[in-house]
Nanobody, 121 residues
């Protein structure tokens, strides 16, 4: 079993910064991570990709966050981070971490429960 836990959300003023963390852990089977990504969903909106990073590969960012957000990985901790700078009210959403992983038997995706980011004065 693989579990994903997000943390770091909260209330911040426009122009402020937050750093989200996504920790993947498992037991019973050895797993490897192929990619990790951050998604967000605001009320009345579809879930959208914010940023993703492929193991040993490249990063991708939504146009709306380019130049403001940075995704990174700590391979020793099986953790991904999302550094969010110059936050805007339109960044308000529940942010979800997605892990694309593999065991010797199968490939699968795991979603975290989400962490709320609220940007307001």
């Amino acid at each position: 079993q693989v579990h994903v836990v997000e943390s770091g959300g909260g209330l911040v003023q426009p122009g402020g910064s937050l750093r989200l963390s996504c920790a993947a852990s498992g037991s019973g089977s050895i797993f490897s991570i192929n990619a990790m990504g951050w998604y967000r969903q605001a009320p009345g909106k579809q879930r959208e990709l914010v940023a993703s990073i492929i193991t040993g590969g490249s990063e991708h960012y939504a146009d709306s966050v380019k130049g403001r957000f940075t995704i990174s990985r700590d391979y020793a901790k099986n953790t991904a981070y999302l550094q969010m700078n110059s936050l805007k009210p339109e960044d308000t959403a529940v942010y979800y971490c997605n892990v694309d992983a593999s065991t010797e038997l199968r490939d699968f995706e795991v979603w975290g429960q989400g962490t709320l980011v609220t940007v307001t004065s």
